[in-house]
Nanobody, 123 residues
Framework: QVQLVESGGGLVQAGGSLRLSCAAS????????MGWFRQPPGKEREFVAV????????LYADSVKGRFTISRDNAKNTMYLQMNSLKPEDTAVYYC????????????????WGQGTQVTVSS
């Protein structure tokens, strides 16, 4: 059973930065693409970013492109999301997940999910 644990969320002012981490259990972390999703209050969960298993390719939602950076350290079984220039509309619960395929972007392409970490951006 794969366990994913997010950390690093919190309250930040608009324009600030946060770095989220996602720690994975098991020995297969480096074999799978990993992604970040978020669920704003009262809205559906949406794709944020994905990184390939080797970390050599990434893809971002248009809403975060140029502000967020996804990365991973396979030696540490950990994925990261550096979030800069945060906006109030970035407020959401952020989830990490393990995906199927090369760079999955749809929720149904992800099998294992973390419990989420709250990010709140004040104006």
């Amino acid at each position: 059973q794969v366990q994913l644990v997010e950390s690093g969320g919190g309250l930040v002012q608009a324009g600030g930065s946060l770095r989220l981490s996602c720690a994975a259990s098991g020995r297969t972390f480096s074999l799978y693409a990993m992604g970040w999703f978020r669920q704003p209050p009262g809205k559906e969960r949406e794709f944020v970013a994905v990184i390939t298993s080797a970390g050599d390719s990434t893809l971002y939602a248009d809403s975060v492109k140029g502000r967020f950076t996804i990365s991973r350290d396979n030696a540490k079984n950990t994925m990261y999301l550096q979030m800069n220039s945060l906006k109030p509309e970035d407020t959401a619960v952020y989830y990490c997940a393990r995906g199927l395929g090369v760079r999955p972007t749809q929720r149904n392409e992800y099998v294992y999910w973390g419990q989420g970490t709250q990010v709140t951006v004040s104006s």
